[in-house]
């Protein structure tokens, strides 16, 4: 929603300007883009370095841009998907330079801002935001590699999907060269600590204890945090202890469901909880600092299995000292995931089919954690699996409200359910305050979902526009 509104804007200002769109979203439904946002010129698909280029020697040169790889564009009223598809070779994301903000303007703002958010309000401050929203540090996403060798469900950068919308696909790998030179660069832009969420295969040990290694050598100044898809091998836990130290580096583990039906059916990466216990107890006796992220909301889940997870959450938080956060999302259904691809097997209903009906839902109920776009049949085992798919959300909503809330005063930390939801009466009665509003009374509880305690949006509060 937001970008379309972007777009649409730029065009009113300067409708000379040209448009084009990237990324697995934009590469996905490019026709559809094309064909319902009259505002977007083009649209680069896939691996987009080289095609990016040629496309602004194209306009540059005033040439016809039939030629150009990877390029689904409109010619007149007719949208071209150009034949030729390209592939980038390894030498090529070596030679790049990830980190270098310098042709940036106010760069400085860009890196000061990016963490991770949690909620952004629009009626705070940018520093009250980033007080609430971030880790502490601002984090350079570090690039070392792409791709995918297998498929979670809700995952829209499987290996599927990434080998239709690149043409191909393989896993790739940048050099250790290149990886560090970019660690250097953005310590010099002021970063020190360094995101990484890219663990593609087992038997990933020995390219990131090479890494590790020499990260220690040439920036030991860098801090890493990094996000594990599968369980890190004994190997990999072992180099990350000798070379980095909490308290800003740290590992986040992805378990996804305490339920190993739940966690079998959806995650490409399975283990078991037998497993994952194993890893937090070497963390622990190593002395790594971890995060260990949650969802509610698969395929295959109902309550029963969801509160398999509440009693994981329960046995890490009271058994590892070493935890940091325990978060619980609901995932979005995402274009081009498994889900999406096909909801009967999965057993969901959804609403979502065309870039049109994500910028429709977007555009009027915008919350990215509670409004999935579908709904899973027999969840709750009682009416509840009768409502509509709105009416499912409100029902998820309230049950990870009831059962998952983790929101808290620090974002580094992690509460439970019953301080989360007070914190969360807090910050509306705030946020009330600060409007000149009566201060709301009402927790969320088992009598009061999300909507009747914090009541609806108020009257005349605009939809803040781009």
Same mark, same amino acid.
């Given at each position: 929603y937001d970008v379309a509104q972007a777009i649409r804007r730029i065009k009113e200002v300067r409708p000379d300007v040209f448009v084009f769109l990237g990324g697995i979203t934009a590469s996905y439904f490019a026709g559809d883009i094309l064909e319902t946002l009259p505002e977007a010129d083009a649209v680069v698909m896939g691996e987009g370095f080289d095609a990016t280029l040629d496309l602004l020697s194209g306009l540059e040169a005033g040439k016809d841009l039939s030629e150009v790889p990877n390029l689904v564009w409109r010619r007149?009223?007719?949208?071209?998907?150009?034949?030729?598809?390209?592939?980038?070779?390894?030498?090529?994301?070596?030679?790049?330079?990830?980190?270098?903000?310098?042709?940036?303007?106010?760069?400085?703002?860009?890196?000061?801002?990016?963490?991770?958010?949690?909620?952004?309000?629009?009626?705070?401050?940018?520093?009250?935001?980033?007080?609430? =929203? &971030? =880790?502490?540090?601002?984090?350079?996403?570090?690039?070392v590699g792409s791709g995918c060798n297998t498929a979670c469900s809700y995952c829209c950068g499987n290996a599927g999907t990434l080998k239709r919308i690149n043409g191909g696909h393989r896993l790739m790998w940048r050099?250790?060269?290149?990886?560090?030179?970019? !660690?250097?660069?953005?310590?010099?832009?002021?970063?020190?600590?360094?995101?990484?969420?890219?663990?593609?295969?087992?038997?990933?040990?020995?390219?990131?204890?090479?890494?590790?290694?020499?990260?220690?050598?040439?920036?030991?100044?860098?801090?890493?945090?990094?996000?594990?898809?599968?369980?890190?091998?004994?190997?990999? !836990?072992?180099?990350?202890?000798?070379?980095?130290?909490?308290p800003h580096s740290y590992l986040a583990l992805s378990p996804d469901s305490g339920s190993e039906v739940v966690r079998r059916r959806n995650?490409?990466?399975?283990?078991?909880?037998?497993?994952?216990?194993?890893?937090?107890?070497?963390?622990?006796?190593?002395?790594?600092?971890?995060? !260990?992220?949650?969802?509610?909301?698969?395929?295959?889940?109902? &309550?029963?299995?969801?509160?398999?997870?509440?009693? =994981?959450?329960?046995? !890490?938080?009271?058994?590892?000292?070493?935890?940091?956060?325990?978060?619980?999302?609901?995932?979005?259904?995402?274009?081009?995931?498994?889900?999406?691809e096909n909801p009967e097997h999965w057993g969901i209903v959804t609403n979502r089919k065309s870039f049109q009906d994500y910028v429709n839902l977007h555009g009027s109920r915008g919350d990215a954690y509670s409004i999935l776009g579908y709904k899973i049949r027999d969840f709750f085992g009682d009416e509840r699996d009768d409502s509509s798919i709105e009416e499912f959300e409100e029902h998820l909503q309230h049950f990870k409200c009831m059962e998952f809330c983790f929101l808290s005063k620090d974002p580094r930390v992690y509460n439970d359910p019953g301080m989360g939801r007070a914190e969360c009466l807090q910050r509306r009665s705030a946020l009330a305050e600060r409007r000149g509003d009566q201060l709301p009374t009402l927790e969320i509880s088992a009598a009061l979902n999300c909507r009747q305690a914090t009541g609806q949006e108020r009257p005349g509060t605009p939809r803040v526009e781009i």
């Open positions: 007149g009223g007719e949208v071209v998907v150009n034949p030729n598809r390209l592939q980038h070779p390894q030498q090529l994301f070596d030679s790049l330079s990830f980190a270098d903000f310098s042709p940036m303007r106010h760069h400085d703002i860009y890196i000061r801002q990016f963490g991770f958010p949690l909620a952004y309000s629009w009626e705070r401050t940018p520093e009250e935001n980033r007080e609430l =929203m &971030t =880790m502490g540090r601002s984090f350079f996403p570090l690039y050099s250790h060269d290149a990886v560090l030179r970019d !660690v250097k660069l953005a310590l010099e832009f002021g970063y020190r600590t360094m995101a990484l969420c890219f663990d593609p295969i087992p038997g990933t040990g020995p390219y990131y204890a090479e890494l590790f290694r020499r990260w220690k050598k040439e920036t030991p100044e860098a801090d890493l945090y990094f996000e594990c898809w599968g369980l890190p091998e004994p190997d990999f !836990v072992a180099a990350f202890a000798h070379c980095f130290e909490p995650k490409g990466n399975f283990y078991t909880n037998t497993q994952f216990f194993d890893c937090a107890d070497r963390l622990q006796e190593l002395g790594i600092q971890m995060d !260990v992220l949650f969802s509610i909301g698969f395929p295959g889940e109902n &309550t029963a299995r969801a509160l398999e997870t509440r009693d =994981m959450i329960r046995k !890490v938080s009271d058994g590892y000292p070493n935890v940091r956060r325990l978060m619980t999302w609901a995932v979005q259904l995402e274009p081009g995931s498994l889900q999406f």
